[in-house]
């Protein structure tokens, strides 16, 4: 089955510090693939997104992601960490199926930066 | 503001009602999304118009349906309510199909009692 996972609820990470949030896909075809960020009691906002071309993505707010095709893998990482990007990050992959393409969501994992 | 937008905002109504959510999206997005989001089932797709077609389906319900108008926006019809249909709704659009960003609304609560 097609699916995406976020293997962290939670991520803890001091202002100023590298961090990173993890994300695996199984999808048959390429993949094309999704971090979206939500902030509290607002729609989901887009990131960045890999469809074909350079592994490393770079995205808003300083964020990039890095695409490992023999891990299946698109971790999201930022150099340094602000406390305003606490927030709750999804990563999302395009599931193939003829008339049920769609987007597959992670369950989210909820960055906590603190000062 | 992503530009799109979404009506009502909240929404509390009764078991066996009906509901109609409307959304409008950015302009020049030809793509329309629904989704739910709740504590237990996650963020789940439901369905996509790409120009006033349906064009992939999700997890959506049989008392659930939508439609998007010739002006683009869109409308997700909730029936037989329940208490579990109680959720966040979400609209999103884009200008083509899913290899493209979709920018979402700031949702529809709604609350069934």
């Known amino acids: 089955a097609q699916s995406v996972a976020q293997p962290e609820d939670q991520v803890n990470v001091a202002e100023g510090n590298p961090l990173t949030v993890k994300c695996t896909y199984s999808?048959?075809?390429?993949?094309?693939l999704f971090w979206y960020v939500q902030y509290p009691n607002r729609g989901l906002q887009f990131l960045l997104k890999?469809?074909?071309?350079?592994?490393l993505v770079k995205g808003s707010y300083g964020f990039e992601a890095e695409f490992n095709k023999s891990q299946t893998s698109f971790h999201l990482k930022k150099p340094s960490a602000l406390v305003s990007d606490s927030a709750l990050y999804f990563c999302a992959v395009r599931a193939y199926g003829g008339a049920t393409n769609k987007l597959i969501f992670g369950t989210g994992t909820l960055l906590a930066v603190q000062p | 503001d992503s530009g799109v937008t979404q009506t009502p905002k909240h929404l509390i109504t009764a078991t066996g009602q009906r509901v109609t959510l409307r959304c409008s999206p950015r302009?020049?997005?030809?793509?329309v999304y629904w989704y739910q989001q709740s504590l237990d089932q996650g963020l789940q797709f439901l369905i996509q118009y790409y120009n006033g077609e349906e064009r992939a389906k999700g997890n959506i319900l049989e008392r659930f349906s939508a439609q998007q108008f010739p002006d683009l926006h869109s409308e997700l019809n909730l029936s037989s309510l329940e208490l579990g249909d109680s959720a966040l709704y979400f609209c999103?659009?884009?200008?083509?199909?899913?290899?493209?960003?979709?920018?979402f609304g700031p949702g529809t609560r709604l609350t069934v009692t």
């Open positions: 999808v048959s075809g390429n993949p094309y």
């Open positions: 890999y469809i074909t071309g350079d592994n």
């Open positions: 999103a659009s884009s200008v083509g199909g899913l290899g493209y960003e979709q920018y």
């Open positions: 302009s020049g997005d030809l793509s």
